[in-house]
């Protein structure tokens, strides 16, 4: 047992902001919980001399389907193997141990953090323990293939993020995919997660199938604003402009408490309020910390909900801009 005991890695991969409000589908941001939680996913891949196997534990364990095979996780291994042998790599057994940190449907990137923890934690097990890794472009093309297969339409704007770090543009070239934009540093996100699930497939299907054309020239030219603010360095501009068109005017019907909330952190000053992904996570975005523990102060009285039992499995973090993206924990 001792030295095959020892084959092993974990990686952690974070909570994202999809959409950002701006950028519907195409920009994203990894966030980091400034207290130090995890907030994400762990995937540990360790050598099995019984069969590739999959054991999903943690918190939200009990939201996923019982059986393993219907696990994305269990489809990532599938397509990591298929990779290899295209590649003409030998395909080792192993044993995925998902921890599941993050709600399902939260609108926190939950799929994706699974997705990219388990793809970076075959590779960086492939590269320690077989002498093979696959670049960045091929690791980012097999997560965003992966979550096309949950929501139905690739989209990389929660696994960009997730699996880099930092804010992620997504450029039409297949190339390329992804550009990284400057964040503001001293912005705090403060995301509060009122306990309730909302699928991505549902809001989706709550917006329109067409937008008018001055919609368009506004979505256009708000995205515009934001990216050439953060190049500049213009927080002022950036956060005048971080407005959704998209999806908030539709969606905020099917977010208990949401238009209250925004209203409220709005008046209070915040430099932006929207929803994360497609929901039901809120995130309020200020540059004074003090300001930050008052909004999840509130937040935490305010937005989440109670269940029958009188308990919420709901959460606020107050959250910095996560540079890292998908990391190998220590053994």
Known sequence: MGATALMSVSVFAPASIGNVNVGFDVLGLAVKPVDGTLLGDVVTVTHSND????????AFANKLPSDVKQNIVWHCLLLFNKELLVNEQTIAEVKITLDKRMPVGSGLGSSACSVVAAIAGLNAFYEKYHQFSFSEQALLKMMGQMEAQISGSLHYDNVAPCFLGGMQLMVPNPDIITRNLPQFDDCYFVMAYPGIEVSTKAAREILPASYSRADLISFGQNLATFVDACHRGDKNQAFSVLTDIVAEPYRKSILPGYSDA????TQEGCLAVGISGSGPTLFCVTDDEEKAKEFANWLNE???????SGKSEGFVHICQADTQGAVSLPE
């Open 262 to 265: 925004a209203s409220y952190l």
């Open 302 to 308: 305010n937005y989440l909900q109670t269940s029958a």
């Open 51 to 58: 069969g590739d196997q999959i054991e999903v534990i943690g």
